[in-house]
């Protein structure tokens, strides 16, 4: 069964800058697997914010985080990033490291596309 252990939230002021991680375990590898994040605010959906395909080639931002936050992973060692840089108030929310077995582009912004959740970590932006 796959595990993602997120790590890296916290309480930041506005244009300040926060690091997530999120260890995968379960899996011989996850060379296959899409991995990214959703996040989800009070009373709000969850929605996409970033996804890397299992190679590291391909990187996927939802239009609100664009120049702003770079995801990464590091294959060796089963783990993900996101850099989130420049943050804003409406960036407020819990952020899920997710993974799927999703092969290309499509699905990656979809939440029922992924099989494995973490149970999250908080991301709080002040004004």
């Known amino acids: 069964q796959v595990q993602l252990v997120e790590s890296g939230g916290g309480l930041v002021q506005a244009g300040g800058s926060l690091r997530l991680s999120c260890a995968a375990s379960?899996?011989?590898?996850?060379?296959?697997?899409?991995m990214g994040w959703f996040r989800q605010a009070p009373e709000k959906e969850r929605e996409f914010v970033a996804a890397?395909?299992?190679?590291?080639?391909?990187?996927y931002y939802t239009d609100s985080v664009k120049g702003r936050f770079t995801i990464s992973r590091n294959s060796a060692k089963n783990t993900v990033r996101l850099q989130m840089n420049s943050l804003k108030p409406e960036d407020t929310a819990i952020y899920y490291c997710?993974?799927?077995?999703?092969?290309?582009?499509?699905?990656?912004?979809?939440?029922?596309?992924?099989?494995?959740w973490g149970q999250g970590t908080q991301v709080t932006v002040s004004s």
């Open positions: 997710t993974a799927g077995p999703i092969s290309g582009p499509v699905g990656v912004d979809l939440a029922e596309w992924y099989d494995a």
């Open positions: 379960g899996r011989t590898t996850f060379n296959s697997y899409t």
């Open positions: 890397i395909s299992w190679s590291g080639g391909s990187t």
